[in-house]
Each structure stands twice: as C-alpha cells, then as structure tokens.
C-alpha cells in the first residue's frame, strides 16, 4: 500500500492523489471506472474542456461505460486545464486530445507531477517510454533523461498496437521479417463526438487518420531494445491497414506475420500461453493474470462474446484465435478491449507498475 499510518488507534490509508485530464471523454471515463476502489490511487480533480470546466461532472458527462457515474465523482467540480493545482496532485492520467495534451503534460510534469498519458504528443520522444510492462518494463529508465526533475510522463501506445504488441513478442525468439495486419476497429476508439451513426451504421470505413504510421512506428519502438540509454527499435517490416467498423468496443486485428524460422500452430499456441511477464510477481491490481488468453472457438475472439472473461474480468487480456500457418507465414485474429487495455487500463497498469519499480517514491503519498 503506499502508505498508513496510525492515528489514534485507527490505520489511515493515504493514497496517491489522482487528477484525470480528459475526465468527461470516453477514455477519462473508463479512468474514472476502473480507478472507484482502486488500492493506490485516489481521484480528487477532474479536468475537461473549458466547456465543461466549473460544471458538476455529474451533470456535464455523457456517461457511457457502465450502470453510473461513482457517486463521489459525480459530485466533483470539472477544473480548467489551465489551472491545474500542482500541490495537491501526484499523479495525472491525461486523457487529453493529442494537441493539447503535448503542452498541458510537459508543464505537470515540470511542476512536479507523474504524468501517465494516452494521448500521442510524447510517444515517440527519445527519452518517453511508451510502457507495456509485461514486454519492456525496463523502458521506464528513459524517465531518468526527462529534464523535469521529479517529474516525468511515461506514454501507453495507442489502442490498435496495443493489442499487436502481444501478439508479436511472444514471436520474437523465430525472427519477425514482416508483419501485414489489417484491424476492424471499434467507434469508441474515436471518442465520445468521434464518428457519427450516420457514417459507420451498416459501413465500414478504411481509413483511420495517422492509425497506420502509428501502429508501425510504435510497435517496432516497445519492442526494442533498451540498449546504452536509448531504445533500438526491432528491426523489422510492418505494414498496417486500418479500418473503422460499427462495433462499440475491441477492436480485432487480422495479423500475419513472416518468420525466418518455421513454426508449427502448436509452437506457436505454447509461445502464447506460456507467456509469462517478468511482473506477474508483483501482484498488481490491473495486471491480468494471463496477458494472453487463446480463444479456442472456432469463429472467435470475437468483440461481443470474448472482450471480458471469466479469466479476464477486467479486459486487460489479448485474446487470440483462429491461428493457422502457412510455409514460414503464421496467421491469426487478435481483439484487444480498445479503451481499456488500449487506454486507460494501460495507464493504471503503468503507474502501478512505476509505484511497484519505486519510480513513486518521494511523491507524496
Ligand atoms: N478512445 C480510445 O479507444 C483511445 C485509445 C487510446 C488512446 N486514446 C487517446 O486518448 C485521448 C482521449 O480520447 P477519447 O477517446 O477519450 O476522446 P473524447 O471522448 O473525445 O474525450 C476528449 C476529452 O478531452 C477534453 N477536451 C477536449 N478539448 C479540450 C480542451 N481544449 N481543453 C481541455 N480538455 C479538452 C474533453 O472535454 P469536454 O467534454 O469538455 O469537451 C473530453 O474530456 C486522445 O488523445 C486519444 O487519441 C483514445
């Protein structure tokens, strides 16, 4: 826990102090749902738009991922990103728009602030991780070259790589010459206002703004290496093509992947789910318990039967199915809860994991 203390017979939990940028949007949203009850953490401040900004959250929010609003949020006053109390936050999930959040983050972090971000200003900074502690938790040491002093941002990637990343490192060992992957991706990956009924009802659309450079650029940098204080990206062909379809939540990516070295399906289902991620030791309250969960039906993953699972309850898992194999080709579906592991689930699992590396400490929980 990090912290306790005994007053007067009775055992205080002091938590970190939570702020939420983006808190009315669909990924705040979810940061505030999976953050109600969460062990560390404790949501005190919530920003939006200037829009929002001095409205009851209650009363301003579209809520739309699940039965309510946590009834102690729902009574918090939205800030204004402008005026963000810096004594009385340590850690900033930022669940901002790209071009906004780039100056909005810099400045937290300069003031002292942890900042565990969604949006893709910093990703691909030299010295800003984007974390994905079950792949490259030693990544977090670029944080030391931030020249913010106690603060820093730590980036997750965006939502489509981040279901692609598992299905790629496990491969990594039969060399990776070239990836094809085609995602089927959901609304809610373009946010509350993203995508209007009128465009995607009974369509698809095959084109996702910057998605495609973005899942090839960010894959190669989390599965690099972090090599003389710099990360050395993998070095491999990966080629994206992206679409939206009308499916609320997961998005399912159809990946092939060209090996140097042949291997068999089942090489391939033990290389899954025997995965196993140099942090399950650590206990963390949104680490799953297995990364990787194979999908054995025949027609699945599928995004309305196999987003949650018994084994995943809370979605943080890649779910993988249908795998086939063809010479030195291996094919097959993965689907990835897209504001959840793609998003604000990523983040918590990130700060946790910064907490549990001892990257929190001197803040002041
Ligand atoms: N959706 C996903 O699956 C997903 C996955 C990975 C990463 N991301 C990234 O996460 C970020 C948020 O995405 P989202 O889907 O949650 O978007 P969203 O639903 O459109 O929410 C945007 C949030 O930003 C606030 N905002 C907008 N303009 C602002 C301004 N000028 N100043 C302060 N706040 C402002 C909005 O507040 P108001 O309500 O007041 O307008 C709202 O809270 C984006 O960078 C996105 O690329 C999204």
Redo the contacts with the bound molecule.
Sequence with gaps: MPGSENVGGVMLVTKFRIGI????????QQFIRLLDGHPYFEVGHL??????AGRRYGD?TRWSVSASIPESIGELTIES?SEIPTDDIDILFS????D??ESVEEDAARAGILVFS???SHRMKDNVPILVPEINSDHIRLVAQQPYGRGFIVTNS??STAGLVFGLYPLIPFGIEQVVVTTLQAV???????VPAFDILGNVIPHIKNEEAKMETETKKILGQFTKNRIEPLKTDINATCTRVPVLNGHLESVSVTLKEEISIEEAVQQFTQFESGIMDLSLPTAPRTPIVLVDDEDGPQPNKHLLLPEDPLGMAIKIGRIRRKSKSLRFLLLVH??IR??AGASILNAEYAYAAGYLEGVSA
């Design positions: 940028l983006g808190a009315t949007g669909m990924v705040g920003f939006a738009s200037d829009h929002s301003v990103i669940a901002l728009p790209s906004i959040a969604n949006a893709n965006n939502c809610s990956g373009g946010g509350l206002k993203g897209n504001t793609g998003a």
